[in-house]
């Protein structure tokens, strides 16, 4: 069974960085695209960064130039680094796993979540 642990979340002021961290349990994920989802109250989820196999990148427009994802196989993690923080990124920031190597492949697993909150 495939589990995913999100981690790294809390409260930021504007302006400020945090790092999640995503580990997966049950499979190696070198081979499989991963992804960011995040969901604010009141609103649906939506995706936020996504990374294929090999290491190529895709991001919302709300989050370009701010948000960056990563991933270390030797870890089995995922990573988002968010700079730049705003009251509207404020969420529950979920990781996701692709059933193949990019996007095009069905997400199939989720965490958790995490919840960040940017307030001051």
């Known amino acids: 069974q495939v589990q995913l642990v999100e981690s790294g979340g809390g409260l930021v002021q504007p302006g400020g960085s945090l790092r999640l961290s995503c580990v997966a349990s049950g499979s190696i994920i070198s081979s499989n695209a991963m992804a960011w989802y995040r969901q604010a109250p009141g609103k649906e989820r939506e995706l936020v960064a996504g990374i294929t196999s090999r290491g190529l990148t895709k991001y919302a427009d709300s989050v370009k130039g701010r948000f960056t994802t990563s991933r270390d196989n030797g870890k089995n993690t995922v990573y988002l680094q968010m700079n730049s923080l705003k009251p509207e990124d404020t969420a529950v920031y979920y990781c996701?796993?692709?059933?193949?190597?990019?996007?095009?492949?069905?997400?199939?697993?989720w965490g958790k979540g995490t919840l960040v909150t940017v307030s001051s």
């Open positions: 996701g796993m692709y059933s193949g190597t990019t996007w095009d492949f069905r997400l199939v697993y």
